[in-house]
């Protein structure tokens, strides 16, 4: 599987094809700017090339911009899926089983680390977080709900008073 990366013309061969793992950069700089990704998976997989754009940020996050140490690297980590829907078969155990010529089995760490931060674990966590969110925007949606039947009964009675006291009025002639 080859990579292609293209940073920031600005930059020395900004143009990069990597032919084999590690599928990574490392350069010195400042600002940021957007990095495509173009990733070509092998002819036997029968899938065609794809691109990715990143929006590569070369500073610290604004609220630790003050406080950051002279030198320390910055991560600039975001997180991708990809999912085949029909891959051939050949394909299919590559994926599943790692590559014939490596004895590596792409799989999610149970686990994050700092070098690491996508786990099971994470996905876990944040799985957990979305079910609280849902639980909490279920409970607003009913209170809500109840609210409004309140305020179409406040409504109505309203309504009515009007009539009466619309009834009650002496005639104009």
């Known amino acids: 599987m080859d990579v292609e990366i293209k940073l920031h013309e600005t930059f020395i061969d900004s143009n990069r094809i990597f032919k084999s793992e590690p599928y990574e950069v490392s350069e010195t700089g400042w600002g940021e700017f957007e990095v495509i990704i173009k990733i070509y998976f092998p002819p036997f997989s029968g899938e065609k090339p794809i691109s990715i754009y990143h929006m590569l940020k ?15 690297a910055i991560q600039n980590l975001f997180y991708e899926e990809l999912i085949f829907s029909d891959p051939t078969e050949e394909f299919y155990e590559v994926l599943t089983n790692g590559s014939s010529t490596k004895d590596v089995k792409p799989e999610i760490p149970l686990k994050s680390t700092a070098l690491v931060p996508f786990s099971i674990e994470a996905e876990a966590d944040e799985a957990k977080s979305l079910e609280k969110a849902i639980a909490t925007m279920k409970k607003k949606i009913s209170e809500y709900r109840e609210k409004m039947s309140n305020v179409d009964k406040q409504n109505s009675i309203l309504k009515q008073e009007i009539a009466t006291l619309e009834s009650n009025l002496p005639s104009k002639k």
């Open 58 to 72: 070369l500073y610290p996050p604004e609220n630790l911009s003050k406080n950051w140490p002279k030198g320390k």
